[in-house]
T-cell receptor, first 113, second 110 residues
Framework: DADVTQTPRNRITKTGKRIMLECSQT?????MYWYRQDPGLGLRLIYY???????NKGEISDGYSVSRQAQAKFSLSLESAIPNQTALYFC????????????FGPGTRLTVT | RKEVEQDPGPFNVPEGATVAFNCTYS??????FFWYRQDCRKEPKLLMS???SGNEDGRFTAQLNRASQYISLLIRDSKLSDSATYLC???????????FGTGTKLQVIP
């Protein structure tokens, strides 16, 4: 079984809808991250969490919110989806001792029409 | 100037060739460095860490040049299966900030 899982894997939604992307991990890592990837822009950090009570904004947090329900679960919400949030979203985890060694989920391809 | 810069490529090389990519970083406080591989529409996967003394893993060699602030990845005897995008990652240890480059695309052709 995969160490980091994401649901759904693909989603098409309409402008204005609320959508939640979920991430679960079995690696036992405290740190979890949400990224989006757009062609030519690389990975951009949306939010990150160092533990259940420590959540931080990344470089592009506007329009997004997160919830860390447990050490193993980190959800990303789009409160009111807009077309420019169409992207590939990745969840990742890391051991705090080596933040640069990150383990990614398979990604969620989100399309907002 | 971007914090981490990579040539987007694509680098088109024949099977068996040797190819090298560089990645420059702007923050001299950066402490640790990594190379990731990303296949099309898949998640990035850690390829190797980059140590100050350089390190080698089979056909792959990673090196760090702190004076000039760049890391490199050398792939020898390229295989078709090496075709992917290679991302460099820079980590500022104290702040725990991790920055991904936008990637260099490699296409190995028969």
């Amino acid at each position: 079984d995969a160490d980091v899982t994401q649901t759904p894997r693909n989603r098409i939604t309409k402008t204005g809808k609320r959508i939640m992307l979920e991430c679960s991990q079995t690696k036992g890592h405290d740190r979890m991250y949400w990224y989006r990837q757009d062609p030519g822009l690389g990975l951009r950090l949306i939010y990150y969490s160092f533990d259940v009570k420590d959540i931080n904004k990344g470089e592009i947090s506007d329009g997004y919110s997160v919830s860390r329900q447990a050490q193993a679960k980190f959800s990303l919400s789009l409160e009111s989806a807009i077309p420019n949030q169409t992207a590939l979203y990745f969840c990742a985890t890391s051991d705090p001792r080596v933040a640069g060694e990150q383990y990614f989920g398979p990604g969620t391809r989100l399309t907002v029409t | 100037r971007k914090e981490v810069e990579q040539d987007p490529g694509p680098f088109n090389v024949p099977e068996g060739a040797t190819v090298a990519f560089n990645c420059t970083y702007s923050n001299s406080a950066s402490q640790s460095f990594f190379w990731y591989r990303q296949d099309c529409r898949k998640e990035p996967k850690l390829l190797m860490s980059v140590y100050s003394s350089g390190n080698e893993d089979g056909r792959f060699t990673a090196q760090l040049n702190r004076a000039s602030q760049y890391i490199s990845l050398l792939i020898r005897d390229s295989k078709l299966s090496d075709s992917a995008t290679y991302l460099c990652v820079v980590n500022e240890m104290g702040y725990q900030k991790v920055t991904f480059g936008t990637g260099t695309k490699l296409q190995v052709i028969p």
